[in-house]
């Protein structure tokens, strides 16, 4: 294979990519890697609107393009137009990125209220199965259509410490991405990614300092990952080098389950 040809299977010119959550942290990274390959970028967000809006700058100032998107994800009707407004906006829309969750709060499955219960599943599958469902027409038109599907390393633990809903939700929506490949090949490729330890603001809630260098000693790497690790790996896959990629998780951790 030409060199030429090499460059243009990773080129996302043309493409239109929406990322949900990508106000800050792993979205923003993984929205501006997309952008940096040619991709116009819908920048959903629903509480981070200075983030969301740095970001723009920031794609912008690169030589990028993209939109901003406001919606609550746990509202069925948002989510739907979530995706007409990129579609609207753009003309098309080739990648969805369901990027955005959150565990809400931690709590043993003993204790966990079913408000609670309910919240972290609207918030981690039940929103990405919406904007899933809504955008499948347009990824089928697109002829290069991806989905990306962003799992947890608590799908592997078993959600630690009270995060046992999230992973939970996680796992569902890994099993979404396995059901998605099958049900829509060949027209759209469906794959998901876990992120191990990624140095964001999430873990700046939720992990101690202390955890965090337990975590660097325990990767063969000797690091924990940063959000770019991240967005280079959803880059690959969304992109036509993937092209044979089909209902595959990716591991970004460091290898730290090798043990």
């Not at 952008?35 to 912008?60: D, K, M, P, Q, T």
Request: aromatic share 4%; charged share 20%; hydrophobic share 40%.
């Amino acid at each position: 294979m030409s060199e030429s040809s090499k460059l243009s299977e990773s080129n996302l010119e043309g493409r239109v990519a929406l990322v949900t959550g990508a106000g800050i942290g792993i979205g923003r990274a993984i929205a501006e890697s997309l952008a940096a390959a040619g991709a116009f970028i819908g920048i959903h967000y629903r509480h981070s609107a200075e983030e969301a809006g740095a970001a723009l700058v920031a794609i912008r100032k690169a030589g990028g393009n993209g939109m901003l998107i406001q919606a609550d994800l746990t509202i069925p009707e948002q989510c739907a137009h979530t995706v007409d407004q990129i579609v609207q906006e753009a003309g098309r829309l080739d990648v969805l990125v369901n990027n955005a969750g959150a565990p809400i709060e931690r709590a043993k499955l003993e204790d966990c209220s079913i408000e609670l219960w309910q919240e972290v599943l609207a918030t981690n599958l039940t929103s990405a199965f919406l904007v899933t469902q809504h955008a499948i027409p347009h990824l089928k038109a697109s002829g290069h259509g991806a989905i990306v599907n962003n799992l947890s390393l608590s799908v592997q633990t078993g959600g630690a410490n009270g995060a046992g809903a999230y992973a939970i939700a996680k796992g569902g929506l890994q099993v979404m991405t396995r059901t998605l490949a099958r049900e829509l090949a060949p027209d759209v490729r469906t794959n998901s990614i876990m992120p191990g330890v990624i140095e964001t603001r999430h873990h700046e809630i939720f992990t101690s300092p202390d955890r965090l260098q337990e975590y660097r000693d325990e990767t063969p790497l000797k690091r924990n990952g940063v959000a770019e690790d991240v967005g280079a790996v959803v880059r690959f896959l969304v992109s036509d080098e993937a092209r044979f990629v089909n209902g595959a998780t990716i591991d970004i951790n460091g290898g730290r389950f090798l043990r």
